[in-house]
């Protein structure tokens, strides 16, 4: 089984179109240059394989830009899961 981190990755590769090395945190507006469907469509894959939920509001805007945050965010909403 994958890790949730490999899998994440390989979420926004999709969206990407092309492989992403992880070796550091990724920006996908400034890296990757998401637009915003992009970012609701990774988002909106991300709850579904992990049944999890993006809190709405300033939190979710400080986060959906970096992809080491959205990794953390998973892997401790799937610890109290």
């Known amino acids: ?3 949730i981190r490999k899998q994440i990755v390989d979420i926004v590769a999709s969206y990407a179109g092309k492989e992403i090395i992880a070796d550091g945190d990724i920006s996908l507006i ?3 240059e ?3 469907l992009q970012l ?3 988002l909106t894959e991300i ?5 999890t939920s993006f809190e ?8 959906v830009d970096s992809l080491n945050k ?3 965010y998973v892997e401790g909403f799937d610890e109290i899961s």
């Open 1 to 3: 089984m994958q890790t």
């Open 30 to 32: 400034d890296d990757l």
């Open 56 to 63: 709405e509001g300033e939190k979710l805007l400080d986060m």
């Open 40 to 42: 609701v469509g990774v």
């Open 70 to 72: 959205i990794i953390e």
């Open 47 to 51: 709850e579904e394989r992990f049944h």
């Open 34 to 36: 998401f637009d915003s």
